[in-house]
């Protein structure tokens, strides 16, 4: 028997992220019904939308129109990232599901607040960390918790690109933690989700020496573990949009660069190993995840999963909270205790 499709609205047009949310809710077409978007383009707050032709030929809604929508089963929010924890709280107290893009904001109490809604009503929220979905960081997740590497003593990673121009470098310097905070939080969550929370944290915000020194758009963070260090850059200068992830450990490193594509060559991983290991023998091996074509179909349908009740979400509040928390000390807003 076909399954009933889930009603599904998008709040805000205005965050990056938002366009390819909607290309892909539209492409799930026998999952999501879209029941209408709302358009926040007028809003004031610090913004960098693009892909607005997507939204074309869907209904427009208010927030509150969308709230009385009847038989709505969820909300994807996507309005700029210091509104997305108010709205997610209003989705929350209309006992919404949704899925919320990120950074959770910068006050880590109104965080705290939305999650204890969720958790006191059991409502799926799922936070929009692009790596989720991607099979290759997956992987090394769960090498990494079976021990293939032995013990971890180095991770490095960036975020590094050369897009937007000079608007985005505006839109940065619209955030004290720069481009730390808008996008290491993607390397954040994967950090804690596979070595949980650091002893300390030591934030490095740069401005590169064309742009005003408000503009923290070349960012480094150490976090440090008993036996590891974690070194995660972002910079929007960058030459080469090659961004990286390297994890070295006593049995073994693995190597991805880039950390995805979508130009129909295939998502390869390096993995170098000193035992055996699952179906690997000792030694070198690239590993091929297959060519993708969409950053967000298995984020998107694991929240399908929530939604009916198929599934819980791998991602606890409490995880949720401790990336906020990280996020903010590695992005300067706070100090690491």
């Not at 693009?50 to 969308?66: A, I, Q, S």
């Not at 740069?206 to 850059?233: F, G, H, Q, W």
Request: proline share 6%; hydrophobic share 40%; charged share 25%.
């Amino acid at each position: 028997m076909e399954m009933e499709r889930i009603k599904i609205a998008q709040i805000g047009v205005s965050h990056e992220h938002a366009a390819g949310k909607i290309i892909t809710l539209r492409q799930m077409s026998d999952v999501y019904e879209i029941v209408g978007v709302v358009d926040d383009s007028a809003t004031a707050a610090p913004k960098f939308p693009n892909g607005m032709e997507h939204f074309e030929g869907l209904r427009r809604m208010t927030e509150e129109e969308v709230f009385r929508y009847p038989g709505l089963q969820g909300v994807v929010v996507e309005v700029p990232n210091t509104e997305l924890v108010p709205t997610a709280i209003r989705c929350m107290e209309h006992n919404l599901p949704m899925h919320l893009d990120k950074p959770a904001g910068e006050d880590l109490t109104l965080f705290g607040k939305l999650l204890d809604g969720c958790r006191a009503k059991n409502l799926p929220l799922q936070m929009g960390y692009m790596f989720r979905g991607n099979p290759a960081f997956q992987f090394c997740l769960k090498i990494v918790k079976e021990n293939w590497l032995g013990d971890i003593f180095e991770v490095e990673a960036d975020m590094n690109h050369s897009y937007g121009g000079e608007p985005y470098q505006e839109y940065l310097g619209r955030f004290r933690g720069g481009i730390m905070f808008n996008l290491g939080c993607h390397l954040i969550d994967f950090v804690v989700a596979m070595m949980g929370a650091p002893e300390h944290i030591m934030p490095f915000l740069k401005s590169t020496p064309d742009v005003s020194p408000a503009i923290k758009n070349n960012c480094m963070t150490v976090l440090e573990y008993p036996y590891a260090t974690v070194i995660l850059r972002c910079c929007s200068r960058g030459v080469l949009p090659r961004r990286r992830l390297k994890i070295s450990g006593t049995k073994g490193w693995v190597e991805l660069c880039p950390l995805e594509r979508f130009d129909d060559e295939a998502l390869l991983l390096k993995m170098s190993l000193t035992e055996d290991r699952g179906p690997y023998a000792a030694g070198n091996h690239v590993l091929d995840f297959g060519i993708r074509r969409d950053r967000y179909v298995e984020q998107l349908a694991e929240l399908a999963g929530m939604i009916r009740g198929e599934i819980q979400n791998p991602y606890t509040y409490e995880h949720d909270y401790l990336v906020e928390k990280v996020l903010l000390a590695a992005s300067g807003y706070t100090q690491w205790r």
